[in-house]
């Protein structure tokens, strides 16, 4: 059997192939994160945030899938979990909102997703 992408690899060459490169050592390397906690200083268009973090450093962070499809709502003072790159320390994607001793927003209790128009 020919693949359509890699007409000159067969279907037995083509999974030995991706078997190498993408082996569970391949793919543990390149899901290795730092998670970190920080508080929310700033949030900035487009779902961006300056989040700063125990040590004082400000990093630059953008909400995960998750917690967009979820609705999650992210405001100024809620503490996060965010997961950094260790090859680039000014970024960082939020993964959690953490529970906060009642922090102050101007939103109802429970919110049932986007206004419909």
């Known amino acids: ?13 083509r999974a030995i192939v991706s078997a190498l490169f993408l082996s569970p050592m391949a ?11 920080g508080k929310i200083v700033a949030v900035l268009p487009g779902t961006m ?9 400000q990093v630059l962070a953008h909400i995960s899938g998750k917690l967009r499809k979820h609705f999650i709502k992210i405001t100024t003072g809620d503490t996060v979990k965010m997961e950094m790159s ?6 960082a994607r939020i993964v959690y909102r953490l529970r906060n001793a009642q922090v102050q927003r101007n ?3 429970r919110s049932y997703g986007p206004r419909r128009r």
């Open 86 to 91: 260790p090859y680039d320390l000014d970024k």
């Open 107 to 109: 939103a109802p209790k």
């Open 49 to 57: 945030f300056r989040v700063e973090l125990a040590n004082g450093h």
């Open 1 to 13: 059997m020919i693949c359509a992408a890699r007409p000159y690899l067969t279907f037995r060459a």
């Open 27 to 37: 793919k543990a390397q390149s899901e290795e994160y730092v998670e970190v906690e």
